[in-house]
């Protein structure tokens, strides 16, 4: 066992991987992944209503709205930024569980405030562990999902992105003209606590645990999964082909100045550029739209319910997409 997990490398990972079969397991995944990003979204999302009922309780202008989200949209540049190194230091699952409890409770933390000066603080660390995490579940899923199916599964998670939004729109519905702004924000953090439990159960990414050397850990990982594939199957998995087409994994650490080097630039600015008009009108959009309506007339709460509509129109983007 010890000399077959000597000779273990990231492209026999790979490899063992992407041959096995669509099954429960993979299922498993893309519900939890799902869900979670489900709880994540809406827990974010909600605040641009917040933000709309505070602006004629605490009575300050569009601008003031703009200074707060820009601030926290800072947070997720931050915290995009970094969290990468880190998931990269103590592991994909350690980042997202860590990055998930502390965005939650920043999260739930912004119901105590009293200023938009506090307001503003605690949403830029909500939004810097909310960037963490959305910089580490992506990658984490795709190392453990077969290459071919990937584009679909990863379609199909999003999509549940896409319903946080929306949903954030019919919490605050329900939430704020009954209980308020602050209820809207403190009854979130619950929805952390399933997503954690339900991250619990997920195996950490074997391709980490090749590059750090963790060779018996990978093994034992891609054992249970081939196990739990092959017993929800019911039948023998394929045999390992190895992949001709895949570079050798390099040994040594990865200079992040190589995205803006002759091999990368162009993909790396086209990504950018992408990201960059997809986010920034999509955030955008998103915490304005309240505000926006009822500047034209509307109530708050027609201007929640017109949102539910146009929201829901990001769900069978993301599918499609896929």
């Known amino acids: 066992m010890q000399a077959q997990t000597e000779q273990l490398t990231l ?3 790979s490899d063992r991987l992407d041959r096995l079969p669509a099954s429960r397991f ?16 809406l827990d974010t999302a909600v605040t641009g209503f917040v933000l709309a009922s505070l602006r004629t309780t605490w009575h300050f202008d569009a601008k003031t709205i703009g200074v707060v989200s820009a601030i926290g949209l800072c947070g997720y ?8 190194f880190v998931a990269d230091r103590i592991g994909r699952k350690k980042t997202i569980l860590f990055t998930l409890i502390l965005y939650s409770a ?4 912004r119901g105590l405030s009293d200023t938009v000066g506090v307001f503003a603080f605690l949403n830029f660390f909500t939004w810097f562990f909310v960037g963490a995490e959305s910089s580490t579940v992506p990658p984490y899923l795709a190392e453990l999902w077969p290459a071919r199916t990937r584009g679909k599964l990863v379609g199909w998670m999003m999509s549940f992105f896409g319903a946080g939004i929306a949903l954030s729109s019919v919490w605050a519905l329900l939430i704020i003209p009954t209980l308020g702004w602050r209820w809207a924000l403190f ?3 619950p929805f952390a606590l399933i997503g954690g439990v339900m991250r619990s159960v997920l195996p950490e990414s074997p391709r980490w645990l090749i590059r750090v050397g963790r060779l018996d850990d990978a093994e034992a990982i891609l054992r249970r999964v081939e196990n739990e594939v092959t017993k929800s199957s019911g039948r023998a998995l394929p045999p390992v082909i190895p992949s001709l087409s895949r570079p050798q994994a390099s040994p040594r650490p990865v200079d992040p100045s190589e995205l803006l080097g002759a091999a ?26 309240p505000t926006i309506l009822s500047s034209e007339g509307h109530s708050i709460v027609n201007s ?4 539910v509509v146009i929201y829901s129109a990001v769900i069978p983007g993301y599918v499609l997409g896929g």
């Open 304 to 307: 929640f319910r017109y949102s």
């Open 77 to 84: 540049l931050v915290g995009s930024f970094i969290c990468g």
């Open 264 to 289: 990368y630039r162009s993909l790396t600015l086209m990504l950018w550029a992408a990201w960059f008009a997809e986010y920034g009108v999509l955030y955008t959009y998103q915490i304005f739209l």
């Open 106 to 109: 920043f999260s739930a933390c």
């Open 26 to 41: 993979h299922a498993k995944i893309l519900i939890v992944a799902a869900l979670s990003l489900l709880f994540d979204t």
């Open 187 to 189: 009854l979130t953090a």
């Open 11 to 13: 492209g026999e990972v």
